[in-house]
């Protein structure tokens, strides 16, 4: 089996040897929700080529993303933190793809004993508290712009694609804006010729452009990611 998730990657030989009978590759569908709140967490999923959300919902349905994963994470971290079900998240699949699948009770019990693969997650935990820090931080003080592109440039560093089958609909629900204000900053971002916008499809044109487009955020997250969990290969 292919070790296309960055986490995978990271653990040990032999433990990966250990682990590899019970690792499914599986292909998710655009719109299927993983997990619901208040459910206990199954199974967890370390994407290939496909993007996960982590979102909230609100009382009166207004939907924004807390956390966006892909293939250097894992989703359902809460198995292995001592409470095996969330209350307010919700993990819905944005962009289809293959993942690997797990048990998590599988995976907790090698999460107990086996050092190598607790130091791997918990890195990656502290990685994924930096997202959801600086998301926070990004949805209070920058421009819808600027979060567009660098939610742009997130999706394309996780699914290794300068192609995203995304909707504005749902690029909406994951900024937590109107789709006409979705429509109106993709737009901008096609008239500097950064990205082409198709129907349900987003091109990345220019990444230098994009990330000039950006805020600081997209650069911040990503050397926090390496430092935690080690440089990606971005030379193609």
């Known amino acids: 089996m292919p070790r296309e998730n960055r986490l995978l990657a990271n653990i040990c030989r032999d433990l990966y040897a250990k682990l ?3 690792l499914k590759q599986v292909s998710l569908e655009q719109g299927t929700i993983l997990h619901h709140p208040g459910e206990t967490i199954k ?17 009166d349905g207004a939907t924004v993303e807390a956390g966006l994963i892909g293939n250097r994470e894992v989703i359902g971290v809460n198995a292995f933190m001592g409470g095996r079900e969330t209350t307010q998240t919700e993990y819905i699949v944005q962009m289809a793809g293959s993942a690997i699948k797990v048990d998590a009770e599988l995976l907790l019990e090698e999460f107990d004993r086996n050092k190598n693969l607790r130091d791997v997650l918990l890195r990656y935990t502290q ?3 930096a997202q959801i820090s600086q998301t926070t931080a ?7 712009d600027q979060r567009l592109a660098r939610w742009l440039l997130e999706a394309q560093d996780r ?9 504005q609909e749902f690029l ?3 900024l937590g804006v109107r789709r006409a204000g979705v429509t109106q900053a993709a737009q901008k971002l096609q008239e500097k010729g950064v990205i082409r916008y198709q129907r349900g499809h987003v ?4 990444q230098q452009g994009l990330e000039a487009a950006s805020c600081e955020c997209f650069h911040v997250l990503r050397e926090e990611y390496d430092r935690l969990l080690g440089g990606k290969n971005r030379d193609g």
């Open 203 to 206: 091109h990345i044109l220019d």
């Open 172 to 174: 909406g629900h994951m």
């Open 127 to 129: 990685a994924l508290i």
């Open 138 to 144: 990004c949805n209070s003080l920058h421009v819808l």
């Open 159 to 167: 699914a290794d694609t300068d192609d995203l089958k995304l909707t």
């Open 20 to 22: 590899a009978p019970d």
């Open 43 to 59: 199974n967890l999923y370390f994407p290939i080529d496909c993007l996960l959300s982590i979102t909230v919902t609100m009382l």
